[in-house]
């Protein structure tokens, strides 16, 4: 199939972006979820809004404590380099082992959060690192941002325009695996796991819906099984299982998190 009639606009200002998105234009960036959506016809807007020629969506920064990357920038930049990391490389060998790299080089960081794959690496990851969303009219930590199972909380004209990403201490060890049945494709099991001290923040993802994450639970697998358990009842029994092995191997390749 081919996509409905639409119109095309290139706004060059957040602030006209903004304006078109809020009269029912829909939002593109790398267009590696939209796309397909569109030819499929799942997707039938009147207008499509590009926005990843918007220079305030390609700027990045750092601080002593914070990375903050503009929501175009692509995987590929962050896996090569391109931008500041949090230190190991961590935001680099996330976004390498996103899909494949044509997708990577058109994809972008605030793109894969708005769309909000259950599945999707940089959903789970972040929500690991206490990643915060920048929109334009509001700063809200990531676990906010998602509301469902593709959905977050942006409301109508208001867009993604940066992550805030802290930077883990001297004392952190950070590590996530995802099983997929062949490389490139998203995840059927996901965990991500941010280790301070004694402390343990485990985000399980590709469940269906958002991230489940369980705070301060002990590395023990049944300490994770009891707060999976409770977190997420109606599990069935074969994905349970999935996620907890998911865990244990994230658990297996903690490293240290700092530079």
Known sequence: ???????????????AASRAAGQGGRLIAGGQSLGPMLNLRIAQPESVVSISQITDLRAVSETASHVVLGA????????????????SRILARIAGNIAYRAVRNRGTIGGSLCHADPAADWVTTLLALNAEALTSS????????????????LASGEILTAVRIPKPGAESKFSYYKACRKPGEFAHAMAAILQTGTKNRIVIGA????????????????????????RAPALDEVTRQMQLIAVKRAFESLTDAHR
């Open 207 to 230: 469940m269906g819906g958002v991230p489940v994450v369980l705070e301060d639970i002990e590395a023990e697998p049944a300490a994770v099984a009891t707060a999976l358990a409770a």
């Open 138 to 153: 509001r700063a809200l930590a990531l676990q906010d941002f998602f509301t469902g199972a593709f959905r977050t909380c």
């Open 72 to 87: 175009a920038i692509t995987h590929s930049q962050i896996e090569d380099g391109l931008v500041p990391d949090i230190g």
């Open 1 to 15: 199939m081919k996509a409905a009639a639409f119109t095309w606009e290139t706004p060059e200002s957040l602030q």
